[in-house]
């Protein structure tokens, strides 16, 4: 785990303990509040692309499909301010596909600790089988209240967060030794 990719990670956690706190402490605010963010920032990308679209060198091709792009983000971008509440059921869906794959990549990691003989392999592993299964509970979770349901997830996220911390400090720890075993295999 390189240095950028240490300190990249450890920020996306802090920011996922933050999110999981405001999701706690008052979701419907923190997903009304990231919905329209995420509205504005598509218009945005959907007025960008149409601009591009119309400003191209080639002229208007039928086979550049900015022009489609554009107009549908900008419909996605309107449908999320105008309708706050659809990114709460996409929340968890979103949230547990990002957690499955990351908990997937600590995995890959765990075994590469194990190869080297490293005892942190176990805490690794156990890290990664925890954060997966948190991660399916996102995909498949039964609960009918969206504001439960956020409540929940900030839990997870703060879980995830300070877990994720913690196996990135096994890895930077093992950095070093993970780079020249790669290396070495090669």
Do not use: C, H
Not at 56 to 82: E, H, K, P, Q
Not at 88 to 108: D, E, H, R, Y
Request: hydrophobic content about 55%; aromatic content about 14%; proline content about 2%.
């Amino acid at each position: 785990m390189r240095k950028k990719n240490f300190n990249l990670s450890l920020i996306t956690s802090i920011v996922f303990v933050i999110l999981g706190l405001f999701l706690f402490i008052r979701p419907d605010a923190t997903i009304t509040t990231i919905s329209y963010i995420m509205g504005g920032v598509l218009l945005i990308l959907g007025i960008i692309s149409i601009i591009r679209y119309f400003k191209s060198d080639y002229g208007i091709n039928a086979l550049d499909f900015d022009l489609v792009y554009g107009v549908l983000v900008i419909i996605a971008g309107f449908y999320l301010i105008f309708n706050p509440t659809m990114l709460a059921s996409l929340f968890p869906f979103i949230l547990g596909i990002w957690i499955i794959i990351n908990s997937v990549t600590k995995f890959q990691y765990s075994l590469l600790l194990k190869k080297m003989g490293k005892s942190d392999w176990k805490y690794t592993l156990l890290i990664s089988f925890l954060t997966f299964a948190w991660g399916v509970v996102l995909l498949i979770n039964p609960l009918e209240s969206v504001l439960v349901i956020t409540q929940i997830i900030g839990i997870f996220i703060i879980i995830y967060a300070v877990l994720d911390i913690i196996d990135n400090f096994i890895l930077k720890k093992n950095e070093d030794e993970i780079s020249n075993y790669i290396i070495n295999k090669k």
